[in-house]
DNA sequence: CAGTGAGCGAGCTTCCGCTTGACTT
């Protein structure tokens, strides 16, 4: 019989450590939170210092039930939850709900599950910060009060089942001022000049006009001069180029990868990531950081090394870029770097390959790569023309591993698309072929995805890696945003030729402004909004979480009572909300 | 007498963050 109860949050977690301990120790999971606020108006007594009443979630019941079982039958237990605000809250939740004796039971952390560093946590256990478990129910209870007071005023100003929330009513505020500023946006068109040359080999050489004419006039005026002009090589300059891999993935980086990579929708990525994470593929998918475990990367080298050679191997530490992360998991990564294939289905494949190429590159050497600079000179013309072109000169960690951009034509794009410069010297007179000035049009901001709005909210800090798809699917399920593809219009566009026959103008078309999977914000999106920035702007506020999460570190500090702040937000908040629930205006 | 309809009251919606698996489509 186990002596030694460890409780994790998920089952999976549980499986694996339990294979790292011995007989003396059984390993459970709690599935997560296991007591909330129940939906009444009871949950909170503000009256009395906002006194919180949990209650054992509904599905929860049954873990309760069986972790109770687990408890009598051994000496000790050990919390294991993550190692972050909302752990902390679930070990203390447990030990209330499964009514721990304190001199049996331990609060033990760790940040990979590694042999390792699951003995060493066992070796160094402490007690439940309630300083951090106060920072938490401040947490719960400010987005309670936020959550369920806005919604109401909506019920009855706007329509019945809306929502408003900290997180959420921001997300929705995104997509309707990107749509307003491309709303407000003026198109202005310029004319860019590019010429193509032969050289004697019959291999092309483009070259292009560094800066650009705002008038069509202008455009024709330098085409003229250019007619019968000598084109030459007057300079030809290389430089030195460092490429440099991209962190491992975190869940939002994934979910941003996978959208341009194979066009997923975030809750896409999430259910096979979640397959993948539950066949002991890879790590933990609900993550801010871009961490390694040492033992992580002596394995990623192994397999660089074996694969590629040890001149490909370079070890990269990563420093997680939001201010907001918590670190209590490694980054997303495969358990196993010597698998390249997850060998299910094809979408999981897909996305356990995308995860083992970053997590592999992301130890790789930098590709270093040539640049070279050719300047072309025009005989009737001072102005010049520039050609560029990339040769790479060692691949580095682009062997495995090229990360896509945002770009607004079609999805990923991976290609590196610059190629090289086809030889050529200094002097050397260029066969001319032809001049295009063609007129081209400046773009507005681009429409979020699903992705890249995951990305700003994370960037501001709003949100959490378990709650980022939950958070799309929300707004778009109030149809406060949706989720649309276009197609594009015809637009005409002026093009200026000077070829032998001389100079040309024609009128042509091209398709401007589709959209594939982008977010539009509808009738309702924009007056839940409107409403919210005109009543409540503080708590739309894009700065609103980042100010209450400092005061909740303040909390964790010690340096704050969690009552004393919640009664600072709330009472100005409730006045507010009595008032406008009062107003008969619409 | 039977069926209809106006009017009334009760109960519900909703937050964010931590986890799966049980549900439909």
């Given at each position: 019989?186990?002596?030694?109860?460890v409780?994790?949050?998920s089952p999976a977690?549980a499986g694996?450590?339990?294979g790292?301990?011995?007989k003396?120790?059984?390993v459970?999971?709690?599935?997560?939170?296991?007591?909330?606020?129940?939906k009444?108006d009871?949950a909170?007594?503000?009256?009395?210092?906002?006194?919180?009443?949990?209650?054992?979630?509904?599905?929860?019941?049954?873990?309760?039930?069986?972790?109770?079982k687990?408890?009598?039958?051994?000496?000790?237990?050990?919390?294991?939850?993550?190692d972050d605000?909302?752990?902390?809250?679930i070990?203390?939740h447990l030990s209330?709900?499964?009514k721990?004796d304190?001199?049996?039971?331990?609060?033990?952390?760790?940040?990979e599950i590694?042999?390792n560093?699951?003995l060493?946590a066992?070796?160094?256990p402490?007690e439940?910060?309630?300083?951090?478990?106060n920072?938490?129910?401040a947490?719960r209870?400010l987005d309670?009060?936020?959550?369920?007071?806005?919604?109401?005023?909506?019920?009855?100003k706007v329509k019945?089942?809306?929502?408003a929330?900290?997180?959420q009513s921001?997300?929705?505020r995104l997509v309707v001022?990107?749509?307003r500023?491309?709303?407000?946006?003026?198109?202005?068109?310029?004319?860019?000049?590019v010429a193509?040359?032969?050289l004697?080999?019959g291999?092309?050489?483009?070259g292009?006009l560094p800066?650009?004419?705002?008038?069509?006039?202008?455009?024709?005026?330098?085409l003229?001069?250019?007619q019968?002009?000598?084109f030459?090589?007057?300079?030809l300059e290389?430089?030195?180029?460092?490429k440099?891999?991209?962190?491992p993935?975190t869940t939002?980086?994934?979910?941003?990868?996978?959208?341009?990579?194979?066009?997923y929708?975030?809750?896409q990525t999430?259910?096979l990531?979640q397959?993948?994470?539950?066949k002991?593929l890879i790590t933990?998918?609900?993550?801010?950081?871009?961490?390694?475990?040492g033992?992580?990367i002596s394995r990623?080298?192994?397999?660089?090394?074996s694969?590629?050679?040890?001149?490909f191997?370079k070890?990269?530490?990563?420093?997680t870029k939001?201010?907001?992360?918590?670190?209590?998991?490694?980054?997303?990564?495969p358990?196993n770097?010597?698998s390249?294939?997850?060998g299910?289905?094809g979408q999981?494949?897909?996305?356990?390959?995308?995860?083992?190429?970053?997590?592999i590159a992301?130890?790789?050497?930098d590709?270093?790569?040539?640049?070279t600079?050719a300047?072309?000179?025009?005989?009737?013309?001072?102005?010049?023309l520039i050609?560029?072109g990339?040769?790479?000169?060692?691949?580095?960690?682009?062997?495995v591993?090229?990360e896509s951009?945002?770009?607004?034509?079609?999805n990923?794009?991976?290609?590196?698309?610059?190629?090289?410069?086809p030889?050529?010297?200094?002097g050397?007179?260029?066969?001319f072929i032809?001049?295009t000035?063609?007129?081209?049009?400046?773009r507005h901001?681009?429409r979020f995805t699903?992705?890249s709005?995951?990305k700003?909210l994370?960037?501001m800090?709003?949100?959490?890696?378990?709650?980022?798809a939950?958070?799309?699917?929300t707004?778009?399920?109030r149809?406060?945003?949706?989720?649309?593809?276009?197609?594009g219009k015809?637009?005409?566009f002026n093009?200026?030729?000077l070829?032998?026959?001389?100079?040309n103008?024609?009128l042509e078309?091209?398709?401007?402004?589709?959209?594939k999977n982008?977010?539009?914000?509808?009738?309702?999106g924009?007056?839940?909004n409107?409403?919210?920035?005109?009543h409540?702007?503080?708590?739309v506020?894009y700065?609103?979480t980042?100010?209450?999460?400092?005061?909740?570190d303040?909390?964790?500090n010690?340096?704050?009572d969690?009552?004393k702040?919640?009664?600072?937000?709330y009472l100005?908040?409730?006045?507010?909300?009595?008032?406008?629930?009062?107003?008969?205006r619409?």
């Amino acid at each position: 019989m186990p002596k030694n109860l460890v409780i994790v949050e998920s089952p999976a977690k549980a499986g694996t450590i339990e294979g790292f301990l011995g007989k003396d120790f059984t390993v459970a999971s709690s599935y997560g939170h296991v007591r909330d606020l129940p939906k009444g108006d009871n949950a909170i007594d503000i009256e009395n210092g906002f006194t919180p009443h949990y209650e054992v979630s509904k599905d929860k019941k049954e873990v309760i039930r069986n972790l109770k079982k687990l408890v009598k039958s051994v000496d000790t237990v050990y919390l294991a939850s993550d190692d972050d605000r909302e752990g902390e809250a679930i070990a203390w939740h447990l030990s209330e709900a499964l009514k721990l004796d304190k001199a049996s039971t331990k609060r033990i952390v760790f940040r990979e599950i590694t042999k390792n560093a699951v003995l060493k946590a066992l070796e160094s256990p402490r007690e439940i910060d309630m300083e951090l478990v106060n920072a938490q129910q401040a947490r719960r209870i400010l987005d309670r009060l936020v959550g369920f007071e806005l919604s109401p005023i909506l019920w009855r100003k706007v329509k019945t089942g809306l929502s408003a929330g900290r997180v959420q009513s921001v997300a929705v505020r995104l997509v309707v001022e990107r749509e307003r500023e491309i709303d407000r946006f003026k198109v202005n068109s310029s004319f860019k000049v590019v010429a193509a040359f032969t050289l004697e080999t019959g291999e092309q050489l483009k070259g292009e006009l560094p800066k650009k004419f705002d008038t069509i006039e202008e455009a024709q005026a330098f085409l003229e001069k250019c007619q019968g002009a000598d084109f030459s090589i007057s300079n030809l300059e290389s430089r030195p180029v460092k490429k440099s891999p991209t962190a491992p993935f975190t869940t939002s980086t994934l979910q941003q990868e996978a959208s341009r990579k194979f066009g997923y929708s975030v809750a896409q990525t999430m259910r096979l990531a979640q397959q993948l994470y539950e066949k002991g593929l890879i790590t933990y998918m609900r993550t801010d950081s871009t961490i390694l475990s040492g033992e992580a990367i002596s394995r990623a080298t192994n397999e660089i090394t074996s694969a590629y050679g040890e001149q490909f191997v370079k070890v990269r530490q990563y420093k997680t870029k939001s201010a907001s992360a918590q670190e209590a998991h490694e980054a997303i990564r495969p358990t196993n770097f010597a698998s390249r294939s997850a060998g299910v289905d094809g979408q999981s494949t897909l996305l356990y390959e995308l995860i083992w190429k970053r997590a592999i590159a992301s130890q790789m050497a930098d590709a270093e790569l040539e640049k070279t600079t050719a300047t072309i000179s025009i005989s009737t013309a001072d102005d010049h023309l520039i050609s560029t072109g990339e040769v790479i000169k060692f691949e580095g960690f682009l062997k495995v591993y090229i990360e896509s951009t945002d770009e607004e034509n079609g999805n990923g794009n991976d290609s590196l698309s610059k190629d090289m410069l086809p030889p050529i010297t200094i002097g050397q007179v260029l066969n001319f072929i032809e001049m295009t000035a063609r007129e081209t049009f400046s773009r507005h901001a681009a429409r979020f995805t699903e992705a890249s709005l995951v990305k700003k909210l994370e960037e501001m800090g709003i949100g959490r890696p378990s709650t980022y798809a939950p958070t799309i699917s929300t707004i778009l399920k109030r149809n406060y945003v949706v989720k649309e593809s276009r197609d594009g219009k015809p637009r005409a566009f002026n093009l200026i030729t000077l070829n032998r026959e001389g100079i040309n103008a024609t009128l042509e078309s091209e398709n401007a402004g589709a959209e594939k999977n982008k977010l539009f914000p509808t009738d309702i999106g924009i007056i839940v909004n409107d409403f919210l920035v005109e009543h409540f702007p503080n708590i739309v506020d894009y700065s609103f979480t980042a100010n209450v999460e400092e005061e909740f570190d303040k909390i964790a500090n010690g340096k704050y009572d969690w009552a004393k702040m919640i009664e600072e937000f709330y009472l100005p908040f409730h006045e507010k909300v009595e008032k406008t629930a009062d107003d008969e205006r619409p």
